[in-house]
């Protein structure tokens, strides 16, 4: 096989030649389809964004655009609004009975809630969490499956100025847990629960399990979705379905200043412990709806919108839920996985429903690709008109199939580039104006100022690679760390001061100004599009009781991007064995999840050091790799590179 940076070579040079026009007809009927936007927005971009926040609906009018203390910022001071009553009562007086989600369940079922519908649902969940003592600034916490009673949790809390947690259902009961005490959560909203796979994930046995720790939970609601027996805590449980009954279908909605919370998120960072992004009202809601509707060009009374991700990260909050539903969309929501009953699932749902539009990760196309065109040829697609990409770099060949296999090459590819902390979509292009480069995610979105900084903060030349940066504030931007300010300024705010947010991405950015994304340059690794950190695996493999010490890589896949790779140690008496090996992977899924389990587990009897002790991750990154090692003399013990790259070397042979 090709080594990978061959691969990308070719990759490279093939980006280079190929540009893709905006179609014609997607250009004539484009929202935007006028480049001056840029001008506009870049002469004065608080003008801009004030333009943008005044579509939405407020209860008080701002004072002031945007207070900056850097790294500190606010956005439109004064003024006060509710997130649920844009994404609800705002469209119930116009058009209440048009869809907002066309919802399908794994095993086949399906539901159509229109907007008065999931209104109603939200002010009567809204209720039953006010019965149960949750007031505005408490938190909730969120840990389901793809169930529209997700969507209805977050909203409920939104209309009542609670703080949401959600908690992607695929973590462990520890992550839950963690989760649940840094924001003390009040309340756990989970299911029974949840399909994947023709499978249940056990998510009230999670629930319990974690809950046992967290002091701060007074009730665990249960939504019944997958049907079995749970274990039943009388007092402190209490099934959705009995909660909503009997409700009001209306609830009077807290008016919240812009800058009250909205939600936290965890995210993983360059440490064990994950950090919990905290967003707010005014600017997140602006920065979301937005984006979604330049950059999907959306048109609500026609489109039929598919974001394909998981309402656990933050695409689902931005891109499922808070944008398509300030912008009025109708979206679809599928809860199972893409290959149950079969692997043309997906494609049956665009035909069903005719998506316009499709969002999705690169991993996704990846698995798509190497399952075969024939899937997605057996259905009509032919209502799609746009597709997008999300999560990780997209390399140029699955741009291109997706382009051709999925698009019939007419549909714009938008590569859209950004992260938790940014909240919304920061580097994308505009597809009825931007000139397509497959593997690109081309352009800063109007009134972002991305650029690429050199090691000493100098922006690079053309062609040259940096660490990428957002040199100007955004309304959707993360406004701290929950509970921990100081980690906010340290870990975004440091490195080229206090006016320059860190991304922690690396980029380069060609003659053309285009920016080409290449991946993360800390210790956060981005598998299967699910965002980790080498700590926090290290620490759940130290944390079994035959690991002496780890230390933990990736190596590319042509699959999942990255495949996680541990290097452990083990304490003097233990012998290692296959046995050992498959209870250590497991060992990392009981405690953070299955998407964190290592694809490779190499046993080593030491770790490379520098003479002062730390753990030379980039050696073990290269040996993962397959790279030469060059230099390790600084080593304190460098003949146990050797020892390790044979070892690696077995492994592979292994898999
Ligand atoms: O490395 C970048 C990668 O995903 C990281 C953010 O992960 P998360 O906060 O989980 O949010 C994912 C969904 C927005 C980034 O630091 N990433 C995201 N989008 C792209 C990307 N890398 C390259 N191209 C993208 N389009």
Redesign the pocket.
Known sequence: MAKQEDLQHIDALLEELRVIEPPDEFRRNAIVNDPEIYARAEDDPEAFWAEQAGKLRWSRPWDTVMEWKPPWVKWFLGGRLNVSVNCLDVHVEAHPDRVAYYWEGEPGDRRTITYRELYEEVCRFANALKGMGVAKGDRVAMYLGMVPELPVAMLACARIGATHSVVFGGFAAEALRDRINDAEAKVVVTGDGAWRRGSIVALKENADAAVEQCPSIEHVVVVRRTGQEVAWSSGRDVWYHDAVDGQEATCPAEEMDAEDPLYILY?SGTTGKPKGILHTTGGYLTGVATTHRLVFDIHPETDVYWCAADVG???GHSYIVYGPLANGTTSIMYEGAPDFPDKERWWSIVERYKATILYTAPTAIRTFMKWGHEYPARHDLSSLRLLG??????NPEAWMWYFEYVGGGRCPVV???????TGAIMITPLPGITRLKPGS?TRPFPGIAADVFDEEGWPVGAGKGGYLVLRRPWPSQFRTIYGDPDRYVQNYFSRFGADVYL???GARRDEDGYFW?L??IDDVM?VAGH?LSTYEIESALVDHPAVAESAVVSRPDPVVGEAIVAFVTLKSEIHGDEALIVELREHVATKIGKIARPHSIVLTDDLPKTRSGKIMRRLLRDVAHGRDLGDVTTLANAEVVTTIRSLSAERKDDE
């Open positions: 995210t990260w933050v695409t990409s999300v999560g990780e770099p997209i590569d859209t580039w950004w992260q938790t902390e995610a991304a922690g991405d994304l991946g993360r981005n965002r």
